[in-house]
C-alpha cells in the first residue's frame, strides 16, 4: 500500500531547489548541504511518492511530468509558510498588546501618561484590562500586568515599577472610639484591614521601629478600592496610597492616624513571563513605563530635597 503520509520537510524542500534551479549542485548551495544529500533526500521523496519527479539526463536533470505537476502546490505551499511566518514575526513587534492593570493604578498613574507610550509606538495597540488578580498567562491573553505588593511571583519577571507614599487612616468613628495613638505600636491593638499578602502593616510597623508584631489579624483585600472601602465602613485601620485617600482625609470621611511614608519594597510591580526571547513590544512597554516612573520619582526626589 502507497504511504499517503506527508512526506519529510526536508525533502520538499530539497524538491523545490532543485527544481527551480534545475541543479543538484546549486540546490545543495542554496540549502547549505552537499549535492550528495540533496540526491538523497530526492531519492527518498521519490520512493515515498512513487513516482520519479526527474529525469537525469547526462549531468542535468529535468522534471517528469509527475515533478512538474508536483512543483507548483508545494511551491506555493512554501510561499504560504513564508508568509505566515513573516505574519507572526510582525505580531510579535506590533498589533496588541495587552496590560492588566488595577484600576486605581489605571487611572491614578497610568492612563494619563499613555500617550508618550502610544506616541513613540504607533505600530503597538495597547489594550489595557482593569483586574483585581494577577492574571494568568498562560489562559487570559494578558501580555503584562502591573501590580501592588512585595513583588514575588513564582515562575514571572517582576520588575519595581513605583514606589507610592502610604499612609494608615481608618474611619472618624473608630479612631474617636480608639483614640489617636500616640505610638505607632498602639496600632498593633487595633482591628486592622490588610492588603492580600498581609504584608503591608507589617513592614510599616517595622519601618517605624516596632519589632513585636502580632500575626496580621483581620480580613484582606486584593485591590485597594476594595480595602479602602472596608476602611470607610470601620471595619478597621487600613495603609493606603496617600494620593487615593486624599480627598477623603479632606472631606473628613477618613483620619490620618500617622504620616505618610514610602516603603521601597510594598511597591508597584510590573509581572510577565519570564521568556526568552521577550516579545519585542513586551519589551518595548517595559522599557518605556520603567522610563515614565523613573522620571516622576527623580522629580520627587528632587522636590524632596533641601532648598
Not at 550528495?36 to 533526500?41: C, D, F, R, T, W
Not at 485597594?224 to 486624599?246: N, R
Amino acid at each position: 500500500m502507497m504511504d499517503h503520509r506527508l512526506p519529510p520537510l526536508n525533502a520538499l524542500r530539497a524538491f523545490e531547489a532543485a527544481a527551480r534551479h534545475l541543479s543538484v549542485k546549486n540546490a545543495a548551495n542554496e540549502l547549505c548541504v552537499t549535492p550528495g544529500a540533496v540526491s538523497q533526500m530526492i531519492k527518498a521523496l521519490e520512493l515515498h511518492l512513487g513516482v520519479a519527479l526527474f529525469r537525469r539526463v547526462n549531468r542535468g536533470i529535468f522534471l517528469t511530468d509527475a515533478g512538474q505537476g508536483y512543483l507548483p502546490p508545494i511551491r506555493n505551499a512554501f510561499r504560504q509558510i513564508a508568509e505566515a511566518t513573516k505574519r507572526v514575526a510582525v505580531s510579535a513587534d506590533t498589533g496588541v498588546l495587552t496590560v492588566s492593570v488595577t484600576p486605581f493604578f489605571a487611572a491614578a498613574w497610568l492612563v494619563p501618561r499613555l500617550k508618550g507610550f502610544q506616541d513613540g509606538h504607533p505600530e503597538i495597540d495597547l489594550q489595557l484590562v482593569t483586574s483585581n488578580t494577577l492574571a494568568d498567562f498562560s489562559r487570559d491573553g494578558v501580555d503584562v500586568a502591573v501590580r501592588h505588593g512585595l513583588g514575588h511571583y513564582p515562575g514571572l519577571r517582576s520588575d519595581r515599577v513605583l514606589v507610592v507614599e502610604i499612609v494608615p487612616v481608618a474611619a472618624p468613628a473608630l479612631a474617636a472610639k480608639r483614640g489617636a495613638p500616640a505610638h505607632p505600636a498602639e496600632l498593633t491593638r487595633w482591628p486592622l484591614v490588610h492588603d492580600a499578602e498581609r504584608k503591608g502593616w507589617h513592614l510599616w510597623l517595622q519601618a517605624q521601629g516596632v519589632d513585636e508584631i502580632g500575626p496580621p489579624r483581620g480580613p484582606s483585600f486584593d485591590d485597594s478600592s476594595l480595602l479602602l472601602k472596608a476602611v470607610l465602613a470601620g471595619q478597621g485601620a487600613g495603609l493606603l496610597p496617600a494620593a487615593m485617600v486624599a480627598l477623603d482625609v479632606a472631606k473628613g470621611r477618613l483620619v490620618k492616624l500617622a504620616d505618610a511614608v514610602r516603603l521601597d519594597d510594598f511597591a508597584y510591580y510590573l509581572v510577565s513571563p519570564d521568556s526568552s526571547p521577550e516579545p519585542p513590544k513586551v519589551a518595548a512597554f517595559r522599557a518605556w513605563i520603567l522610563k515614565a516612573a523613573g522620571i516622576r520619582a527623580r522629580q520627587q526626589a528632587n522636590k524632596e530635597l533641601p532648598s
